[in-house]
């Protein structure tokens, strides 16, 4: 009886003393259920994750126009974590996006982007949202803008480090250079590769008619191109205009034929009004939408047959003079105001049926009327 009782509080204590020494499974990220995310090496629910997973900031909280916008941050464990890119989406105000990119962290999970506040993006003041996203993790924090005008502004925040006078730039320092004595030569001797030297006779060389003197030698000139101007390019030894192929949104081929060269001022006038007026506003962006799908289906041909015949070219020049000049009533409107592009546009497009339609049709009436009455 004694011996059963002794076994059995042997096997008690052997079972508690494996209990003590077995090995407890350590959790991974592929441990984490639907409804949690991998952070401090253990699975944590995702309503009780920090919001800010992916510790996401910026080098400044306020930016002006052209300002340079650094985003950097840091994925805890990420040598436990799948490899994949961290995603960022910067929205305006409005909401609409801004810029995307993909960003690939380094070894230790750091990461860093940037991006210029500038361009036709980057015009509303007001605070502009990061999203950052990463599997299982996010962030979402805020910057400033204080606004700005639409342009593209050269350069960044740094300007260029600029020496004083007598002073030299070398390796980013401003130094005074140590001064140099000049070396001459006596006469007779003249500064060869730093060393004086007595020059070698020279005969004169005369090379006959048609051709001239290269490297002590005579040979015939190869006849000289002509230079071609702006929006023209060499073709067989002349200058003719360049046929370029652009998408719908990017360029007035009828326009641009019928003045010559992209770089007119009435061309540039029309890609301003397109560009910086109609397309800042959501119904102007519709209309160019669907007008881009009409105007592009002929004018490639159109442009084609200006370029191919210079009488067609003047008619087409002269036709379109006066739309261009009706659309002068566009500069109007504010950026971006629906009321007044609509406004202003309808106006322009009634003025143009009046001009093209409505003019020369009544004229044609009362021609006809009056051919009628002499009969």
């Given at each position: 009886m004694k011996m059963k009782h002794g076994g059995?509080?042997?096997?008690?204590?052997?079972?508690?003393?494996?209990?003590?020494?077995?090995?407890?499974?350590?959790?991974?990220?592929?441990?984490?259920?639907?409804?949690?995310?991998?952070q401090g090496n253990a699975c944590v629910d995702a309503v009780d994750a920090p919001d800010n997973d992916l510790n996401v900031k910026t080098n400044q909280v306020l930016y002006g126009q052209g300002g340079v916008v650094v985003v950097s941050g840091l994925i805890h464990n990420f040598a436990n974590l799948s490899p994949s890119d961290v995603t960022i989406i910067v929205r305006a105000p409005d909401n609409n996006i801004v810029t995307v990119a993909q960003v690939h962290p380094a070894a230790d999970g750091s990461f860093q982007t940037s991006f210029k506040a500038d361009g036709p993006q980057f015009k509303a003041p007001g605070d502009y949202t990061i999203f950052a996203s990463f599997p299982g993790l996010t962030s979402e924090i805020t910057f400033e803008f204080t606004g700005g005008s639409g342009d593209i502004i050269s350069g960044g925040d740094s300007k260029p480090l600029t020496c004083p006078s007598?002073?030299?730039l070398v390796n980013g320092k401003c130094i005074v250079p140590e001064p140099k004595e000049p070396l001459t030569c006596p006469p007779g001797e003249e500064l060869v590769n730093g060393k004086c030297i007595v020059p070698e006779p020279k005969e004169p060389l005369t090379c006959p008619p048609g051709e001239e003197l290269v490297n002590g030698m005579c040979i015939v000139p190869e006849p000289e191109e002509p230079v071609c101007g702006p929006g023209t390019?060499?073709?067989?030894g002349m200058c003719q205009i360049v046929?370029?192929?652009?998408?719908p949104g990017g360029g007035c081929l009828i326009a641009t034929a019928a003045y010559g060269t992209e770089l007119a001022p009435q061309v540039q006038f029309l890609r301003e009004i397109r560009d910086n007026t109609v397309m800042s506003t959501s119904s102007g962006s519709a209309f160019m939408t669907g007008f881009n799908q009409l105007y592009y289906s002929f004018s490639p041909t159109i442009a084609d047959m200006e370029r191919e015949n210079p009488l067609f070219q003047q008619a087409v020049r002269a036709f379109i003079t006066p739309m261009i000049s009706s659309l002068s009533i566009m500069t109007l409107a504010e950026d971006g105001s629906e009321a007044?592009?609509?406004?202003l546009g309808l106006s322009v497009i009634a003025l143009n049926l009046g001009m093209y339609i409505a003019a020369p049709a009544l004229i044609g009436f009362k021609v006809h009327r009056h051919f009628k009455t002499r009969n």
């Open positions: 059995f509080l042997i096997l008690a204590i052997s079972l508690m003393f494996y209990g003590f020494v077995m090995p407890v499974h350590a959790q991974s990220p592929e441990d984490c259920e639907s409804d949690q995310v991998w007598g002073q030299t390019e060499l073709v067989n046929k370029t192929d652009e998408k007044q592009v609509l406004g």
